[in-house]
């Protein structure tokens, strides 16, 4: 900061410099003393720079010699030279660099200037900156500076006149912004007061207790009031003149910017009091005096300073009252009159207008208007200011319609009564058109204008302080303002008012210790015992505050809302009428809020109707607290016209049109006749009647009656009719016939309706007082309603409604309402007409039963006084006869079971009796409420119940099930079955105790026959729940059948346990097995067509439903199940039955009658429950079990504790079989083999081919893979005495089975869409999982081995399926694959022989059926042969029966077929099965033991690997790199094998098979292109490694360097001879291409065939020469020359690769070029 200011001061030193250098300059010629002042200024800049380090002070010090050359120049008037030292002198005030004297010379220097008047802009802009930028300037320098800009404010050019104004204005605030500094540095010091008398002594010198720049402020301030009132001033000498507007604005822009000056000093304070007071007075005055006079002489034409000079006036009285209003309270209310008068008709519109906008800026400041109310209206003798300043305003609105031309001279509309602008020529204007909101009453119509939001004030009249003359006044605008100003008047005492009575409510609270309430509820005004204890003095002020106010408010609001046209508008009225009524009913003011609650009813109905209705509803005695309105107020509204009762419905008043049309609602004086039309703002004013009596419950009391009255008139209009709770809904269109409602006003009822619940739900929140205030409003509603009922006149309904809803919710202090609710609501059910009785009994049942429900504290039952209240309306209803009444009770005794059932003894017997008697002849409604009270009783009371009434609960609950009226109750009844069974588990001990003290009360079953012992009671109990369920099983209807069934089976599986051993013998052969034989019959005879097969009941069925056939095969399954699970579950008890092998047989015959049913679903579910009867365990289920079984019936139920239940003595108990006894019996092979027996007929039966072309059905996949996937689980029970024939029972089923084609409309969902995503079907796995059981089997028994090549065939058998699809019958089908070519097809057709076959097969292309896709199976079966043949290959079975030469005949196919297979994946399987099988059987055959049993295997073996190597079916065209090399990799695998496995071993080979072998390596030895054309270019048959790897062991077995033998060497020879003469074949054609080819060359595969030739035959020889002499006899070595001349033909060649190979080959033959010698051996 010190480098800046040395920066800084160095560069005014040098500016200064230049300007007196430039001053010098100007001034050498003609004025030679400023030349030389300026060069000993610049010596004196010089040496104080030179002296001082803190230059700017230095400068302060010798200002004045700085400044002398400046000031001389200023003086010669020269401009140049003037302008120079103007802009020196600015830089050293800006800078600070100036002494107070010598900005005194400045200022004299400035004088003279602008007496000149040289450069007046230059030396305003010196005086501002001087006089901003410093403090230096003080006292008389001040004003002299001041009085400047003044008089170069009266310049005649308007420019320097502007700019001295708001230089004027800066200077004046400057002045007193010093003062707020000064203040600010001696904040700590104290004020020293001044002297009353010193201050009235009219001295012109400033009191003494000011400080300097105060003084100065206050001299400022007492001049600017002395040139305003015309008066010469004591400090600003020189000033002459000043227009009293300018005074006036300074003196607002002071008194509004520097209140804390004003306020703080009493001597300013002292000038407010004494100099402006008075002054705003006095200038008032004339302007009022010459007001009268011009109104006494004629029209009144205002002279041009009365508007600006009362506009300033008006501002400067806006800012006293807001600023100063609590030093100037006398003064205040003298000001406040003065406002009230203004507003007064003889005064000019703009001059109302202008104390209009004053008044709304007072209005919106409550701390104001209270004051104004505590100062002026609390007082004895005081003027009413705030009650004059409502009244004024009300005043002013009515004079706007009743005068409209007197009154609106000074608007835009030049006299005359202004028209609604929404109506031309009587016609409303077109749509589209918003109209503009107004004000219409009585013809007048007059705009409502925007002019501020609420809460804020925004004058425009104020704020012209440009205009000279009077405005012309906006049409509607003075309406507009004093319409907002009234709004805010209401806001302003309304939150003055609420704010500080929850102050006191929170000081309450905290004092008493309550913690302060969250607002989770409406706000309903309970503030009583908040006004009895709050300070009197606080609750006067408030009861005045509305006192003052309400009927001026009422008065003009009334009026308002009768002429407005605007929603918005009428809003605002409506909110401010809704307020001022609860602020008179907080404050206990009676009178005035009834008067308020009056004036919205009245508006909510059409204007005649109102008088008529609420005349009559108006209650006649009502205490009046408060202040009273008197005839002058009252009067004000209605002195002029019809007031608000009247009807000012305008043409072009849109929220007066009308939006519904309805009828009178009739009463005890009659009905009014014809329609009763309601408008917008009548429905505007019910929703504001709502937002009331919601908001503000607390505080109508007997105005309740007047509010219900009302909405229930309007509501009858609508047509709104009580619904269900006691709600209002919008009628149906026939109630309506004679309404009309728009469809804005049909949107909006759901609306009102809803808003009329909350209202009563709302209620909940009232005290006890305003409740019962409340319900005698309602109740008296209804009893004239009761009246108007009795004259056979439509009653409404609204109170009853009401009662209702109000009952329903104030449940909490039923002890409140209870009895005058219901004791009124008993009376209207006894009344005559049926609408108004049936909701009497609606009402009563409805808070019965709510009440019963309702949680209280303490508990209901423990209330007995409590409960006795509730329950005697519902025994009082039992004195009134009308049948709906009875109705109404019995639907009611739902909720008194629920609640008080357990009251009940032995009296449930006989309430049984009465539920159980219900029959279909007594109508769908008494059954549904006694099924309801029958829910109740079997749900809730079952414990408290006598045991001998269980029994009567199970066939009342039959009685239910079989009934036909209503299909839902019938089910609901079968699941109460299963809740009762479930109870009778639970809490068997207790009932079996009971039953055994009741045993003489309870029926015994006639289930059981004469020879048969007595069934215990208990039994008794579960045999009479078991023989209903069974009677419901065979119902007529569907439904019933099944959910019943399911029950049944449900409950016997768990909680079979508790059943004695020799009831289960009744529970089969008196309930299973007879209710089997009824769905059987039934099913049989039931129809196929689609005729009444919903049972009575309209609704949708399935297709797989929609006959009787169909649904009563579901039941069939279902039973059929059920019994299965029934067997399988209780195994341990139905052993141990002498009859069971009976029983057993006996349900295998159902279960393969179904199964072999034409129903797909009899016949499928038929074999589960097979599988379900197979999957036995070793001993019981424990109830855990049981009951997780029995949920797989769609059954909840929970788990019992494991007990032990007391039955008879052991004496009567049967005899129990011991657990070895239990095995044996379950071991008998009879019980199995009835089982395979019943097996193999259901496979060999249901697979039976058809023996024609066409079916319409075939077995299903999923029934078929059922079928199989049972007999591992039988197997595991048979195997012991399972023999060949039976394997070739399972294998025909099996073949049969899988052949089975699907249907085309399935094959999407289960055949694959490629062979790439092909699995093995269920059905498929299923298949080889028997196989799998059975060879297992054979494994692992030694009496069974002789079945393994049986096994093997059958594998074998499914192998052939991946190439030859088998057939099922004559069916055609077709194959559907993506991914078979042309070469399989062909294939397959000379593997066909038979012409008709494939004349046949091709006709199946276009079949109904669909052939399985086999290639995923049978490439499993050889997986799985191959794994059983490496296990068993040494097996005598299997080599006497030569498994392995067989598996090599089925290999042909796919090997032989190679890349032509459907699948790529089978011959690749086919290779590497045969390989890993080779490994395991070449050893076994070659074993001189068992060769007896290959000797024809091995030309099998010999043709299979031809048939690969060197397959007919090349590559396809699309095969990649990576593909071709890893099937080369498969052939070289081959080529291995019979290296490692054939030729070592080759002496114990048969010879033709060996020539076979080497004849194969031979060919594949030398590779070569497929075409024999030189110029075939494809090269994807070349298979280098393959033809490496047999030259390779071809050489290996060609010679060897050690002795050989004589087998040994036939081989060496075979093959030498063999390799030598294919070398021979390929050169000798190479030669003859090339010579053909010409110029062209041959392709690369040709080339590189002859370059591996040459190679093989250099490797070769070289070889032969190092063979030892035996090795290698003279036809080797003849053939070794023989090739010399093809050699040397192939010289021609012109590829390097093929030269470099031939050279190397030639030169082996230097050695046999040698002369022959005697001696030479093997070329040597």
């Known amino acids: 900061m010190a480098t800046v200011d040395v920066v800084s001061a160095k560069k005014l030193v040098e500016n200064l410099q230049t300007d007196l250098r430039a001053l010098s300059n100007e001034a050498k010629k003609k004025y030679p003393p400023v030349k030389e002042a300026a060069e000993a200024g610049i010596l004196r800049i010089r040496t104080v720079v030179a002296k001082n380090k803190n230059i700017i002070p230095a400068l302060v010090a010798c200002s004045g010699e700085i400044m002398q050359p400046f000031l001389l120049g200023c003086d010669t008037k020269n401009l140049r030279i003037v302008q120079i030292c103007l802009a020196s002198i600015q830089r050293l005030i800006a800078k600070q660099a100036l002494s107070p004297a010598a900005g005194a010379n400045v200022i004299n220097m400035l004088w003279n200037l602008m007496d000149s008047g040289i450069e007046d802009l230059k030396v305003l802009q010196t005086t501002l900156v001087l006089v901003t930028t410093s403090t230096v300037v003080r006292g008389n320098a001040l004003a002299r500076a001041i009085v400047i800009c003044f008089r170069l404010h009266f310049s005649k050019d308007n420019t320097i006149s502007n700019t001295a104004s708001a230089i004027v204005q800066q200077v004046v605030c400057t002045v007193f912004e010093r003062v707020l500094a000064e203040d600010e540095a001696n904040a700590a010091g104290a004020e020293d007061d001044a002297e009353k008398n010193v201050l009235k002594s009219n001295s012109r010198l400033p009191p003494k207790s000011l ?245 804020s004030a925004k004058p425009v009249f104020l704020e012209m302080l440009d205009k000279l003359e009077p405005p012309t006044v906006p049409d509607g605008y003075g309406l507009s303002i004093a319409f907002t100003c009234l709004l805010d008047v209401v806001r302003s005492v309304s939150a003055i008012v609420t704010s500080e009575l929850e102050a006191e409510q929170r000081r309450k609270d905290k004092e008493q210790g309550v913690s302060p309430k969250i607002n989770g509820g409406p706000v309903l005004d309970r503030n009583d015992a908040v006004l009895d204890d709050v300070d009197p003095s606080l609750k006067n002020l408030w009861e005045e505050l509305v006192n003052a106010s309400w009927c001026g408010v009422l008065a003009a609001l009334s009026l308002l809302l009768e002429a407005c046209t605007d929603e918005t508008g009428t809003q605002s009225i409506l909110k401010s009428l809704e307020v001022y009524a609860s602020l008179c009913g907080k404050l206990g003011m009676t009178v005035a809020r009834d008067a308020f609650i009056t004036c919205l009813c009245k508006a909510s109905l059409p204007p005649h109707y109102a ?201 909490s202090r039923v002890e409140v309402l209870w009895r005058p609710v219901t004791a009124h609501l008993l009376e209207v059910c006894q009344h005559s007409h049926s609408r108004t009785r049936d909701w009497g009994a609606e009402a009563v049942t409805s808070l019965i039963k709510a009440s019963l429900a309702y949680k209280f504290q303490p508990p209901l039952h423990e209330n007995l006084k409590l409960q006795t209240m509730l329950l005697s309306p519902l025994q009082e209803l039992s004195v009134i006869q009308h049948p709906d009444i009875r109705q109404k009770q019995l639907e009611c005794v739902l909720q008194v079971l629920h609640n008080n059932g357990e009251t009940l003894a032995h009296g449930w017997p006989l309430v049984l009796g009465v539920i159980g008697a219900v029959s279909d002849d007594q109508g769908d409604n008494l059954i549904r409420t006694a099924f309801k009270c029958f829910q109740l009783v079997t749900t809730d009371f079952l414990p408290i119940m006598p045991r001998y009434g269980l029994q009567i609960c199970i066939s009342v609950a039959a009685k239910f099930g079989l009934q036909k009226e209503e299909l839902n109750i019938s089910l609901t009844a079968v699941g109460l079955l299963w809740n009762i069974s479930d109870y009778l588990y639970q809490n068997r001990v207790s009932i079996c105790e009971g039953l055994e003290k009741e045993s003489n009360l309870v029926e015994g079953t006639n289930d ?179 009951l997780e079984r029995a949920t797989s019936f769609e059954s909840n139920i929970s788990a019992p504790k494991p007990e032990r239940i007391k039955r008879t003595t052991s004496n009567d108990m049967p005899k129990v079989k011991s657990s070895n006894e239990i095995e044996v019996v379950m071991d008998d092979f009879t019980l199995w083999s009835t089982a395979w027996r019943v097996w193999h007929s259901i496979g060999i039966n249901g697979t039976k081919p058809p023996t024609s072309k066409t079916a319409k059905t075939l077995p299903s996949q999923a029934f078929l893979t059922t079928l199989l996937q049972i007999f591992p689980t039988l197997f595991q029970h048979i195997k012991a005495k399972f023999v060949a024939s039976d394997f070739q029972k399972l294998s025909r089923v099996l073949q049969c089975a899988v052949s089975v084609p699907i249907h085309a409309d399935a094959s999407p969902f289960i055949l694959p869409s ?173 074993n001189p033991a068992y060769s007896k049993h290959f000797k024809s295997m091995w030309l099998d073996l010999a043709a299979a690997l031809e048939l690969f190597l060197f397959s007919e079916h090349p590559a396809p065209a699309t095969l990649s790199v990576e593909e071709q090399q890893q099937d080369e990799a498969m052939d070289v695998n081959v080529v291995l094998l019979i290296q490692n496995e054939v030729l070592p071993y080759s002496t114990a080979l048969p010879p033709q098979f060996t020539a076979k072998i080497m004849g194969l390596l031979n060919r594949g030895s030398i590779h070569s292109a497929s075409s024999s054309s030189f110029l075939d270019t494809n090269n994807t048959e070349l298979r280098e490694e393959f033809a490496k790897t047999c030259f390779e062991t071809l050489l290996r077995f060609s010679f060897i360097t050690q002795s050989l033998v004589s087998e040994e060497g036939a081989i060496t020879k075979m093959a030498m001879s063999a390799l030598l003469q294919r070398c021979q074949e390929v050169l000798r054609k190479y030669v003859e291409d090339e010579r053909l080819s010409g110029k062209c060359p041959l392709p690369r595969s040709r080339m ?32 070794v020359i023989d090739l010399y001349p093809t050699l040397v033909d192939c010289t021609t060649c012109t590829s390097t690769t093929v030269c470099s190979a031939l050279r190397d080959v030639l030169s082996q033959y230097h050695d046999l070029l040698l002369p022959p010698s005697s001696a030479m051996q093997n070329g040597r």
């Not at 004559?1370 to 194959?1375: D, P, S």
């Not at 076959?1397 to 109904?1408: H, I, V």
């Not at 089925?1450 to 080779?1478: D, H, R």
């Open 1314 to 1486: 490629s062979m790439l995503d092909a699995e093995l079907t269920g059905l498929q796995e299923a298949a080889l999982n028997a196989i799998n059981c059975v060879s297992k089997a054979v494994g692992a028994s030694e009496t069974m081995q002789s079945m393994h090549p049986a096994v093997f065939d059958q594998l074998l058998t499914f192998v052939t399926y991946a190439c030859q699809a088998p057939s099922f019958g004559q069916i055609e089908t077709r194959v559907i694959s993506k991914t078979a070519t042309k070469q399989s097809a062909e294939y397959l057709h000379s593997w066909i022989q038979c012409k008709e076959k494939w004349e046949s097969f091709r006709g199946c292309l276009q079949a109904e059926w669909v052939s399985m896709n086999y290639v995923p199976f049978a490439e499993k079966s050889l997986s799985m042969t191959t794994s059983l043949y490496k296990k068993t290959a040494t097996r005598p079975a299997v080599m006497e029966q030569q498994v392995l030469q067989n598996i090599l005949r089925v290999l042909q196919m796919p090997l032989g077929l190679k890349y032509a297979c459907p699948s790529a994946s089978t011959w690749k399987l086919a290779v590497t099965s045969l390989l890993e099988i080779l490994h395991v059987g070449l050893p076994v055959a070659r």
């Open 611 to 811: 008088l008529t209705v609420l005349n009559i509803a108006t209650p006649q005695n009502i205490s009046n607290k408060g202040h009273k309105r008197n005839v002058s107020r009252d009067g004000l509204s209605n002195q002029h016209g019809q007031g608000v009762d009247g009807n000012s419905n305008e043409p072009g008043d849109g929220r007066n049109q009308v939006v519904a049309v309805g009828t009178a609602l009739p009463t005890v004086q009659g009905t009014q006749q014809g329609p009763v039309m309601l408008t917008a703002k009548n429905i505007q004013c019910m929703r504001a009647i709502l937002s009331v009596a919601h908001c503000h419950g607390g505080i109508l009391g007997t105005a309740w009656h007047l509010v219900l009255t009302t909405l229930q008139h309007l509501a009858w209009i609508l047509g709104l009719k009580p619904s269900t709770g006691g709600s209002l809904k919008v009628s149906g269109a026939s109630e309506t016939a004679n309404s009309v409602i728009t469809t804005a006003v049909m949107g909006e009822l759901p609306i009102l309706s809803a808003m009329l619940s909350r209202l009563f739900e709302s209620s909940q929140y009232l005290d006890e007082v305003a409740l019962h205030h409340l319900i005698d409003a309602l109740c008296k509603l209804s009893s004239e309603s009761m009246e108007i009922a009795y004259a056979n006149k439509e009653p409404s309904l609204f109170a009853v409604a009401k009662l209702l809803e109000t009952g329903l919710v104030n449940l």
């Open 1648 to 1679: 590189a065939e002859i370059s591996f030739v040459l190679k093989a035959l250099t490797t070769l020889m070289e070889s032969l020469k190092k063979a030892q002499s035996g090795n290698v006899d003279v036809n080797t070595w003849d053939q």
């Open 1008 to 1186: 059981s026959s004469p020879n048969e012992a007595p069934v215990p009671p208990f039994d008794a109990l579960w045999l009479t729940l078991y023989s209903k369920q069974a009677d419901l099983c065979v119902d007529s209807r569907p439904a019933v059948r099944k959910s019943a069934g399911q029950t049944l089976f449900s409950t016997i599986s768990a909680h079979g346990s508790l059943l004695q051993q020799t009831t289960w013998s009744t529970v089969l052969w008196h309930v299973l097995f007879p209710l089997l034989d009824k769905v059987k019959k039934l099913s049989g005879a039931a129809k196929q067509d689609k005729s009444d097969v919903s049972g009575g009941v309209n609704i949708l069925i399935h297709h797989s439903r929609d006959t009787a056939e169909k649904q009563w095969a579901e039941t069939k399954v279902l039973t059929l199940a059920g019994v299965a699970r029934v067997f399988n579950t209780w195994r341990q008890q139905l052993i141990l039955l002498g009859d069971f092998p009976r029983a057993w047989a006996l349900l295998l015959e159902h279960i393969e009658a179904s199964a072999l049913s034409t129903s797909n679903e009899v016949s499928l579910n038929a074999l589960k429950s097979f599988q379900e009867i197979l999957q036995l365990q070793s001993s019981s289920p424990s109830p855990k079990v049981a």
């Open 211 to 455: 400080r300097p720049c105060a003084t100065d402020a206050y001299l400022l301030f007492q001049d600017l009031c002395q040139l305003v009132n015309a008066e010469h001033p004591t400090w600003l000498l020189g000033l002459t003149e000043m227009s009293r507007t300018f005074g006036l604005e300074l003196l607002e822009s002071l008194l509004n910017s520097f209140p804390q000056v004003f306020l703080r000093h009493k001597e300013f304070s002292f000038l407010l009091k004494e100099r402006v007071c008075p002054l705003v007075i006095k200038l008032f005055s004339p302007s009022l005096k010459h007001k009268q006079n011009m109104m006494s002489t004629g029209p009144l034409v205002a002279d041009k300073p009365y508007f600006p000079l009362n506009m300033r006036l008006l501002r400067v009285v806006s800012v006293l009252i807001n600023k100063y209003y609590s030093i100037l309270v006398t003064e205040s209310e003298i000001f406040l009159s003065l406002l009230v008068k203004f507003l007064e008709g003889d005064k000019p519109m703009w001059q109302r207008i202008l104390a209009l906008e004053v008044l709304h800026k007072l209005c919106v400041q409550l701390k104001l208007l209270r004051s104004f109310c505590q100062s002026y209206d609390m007082k004895a003798h005081s003027t009413k200011i705030f009650a004059n300043i409502v009244n004024a305003l009300g005043s002013f609105i009515q004079s706007l319609f009743v005068h409209p031309i007197v009154e609106r001279q000074g608007s835009t509309t030049d006299g005359g009564i202004t028209s609604s602008p929404g109506i031309v020529g009587s016609m409303s204007v077109g749509g589209g058109v918003t109209p503009q909101p107004a004000f219409a009453y009585k013809g007048v119509w007059i705009p409502l204008i925007n002019v501020a939001a609420t809460g």
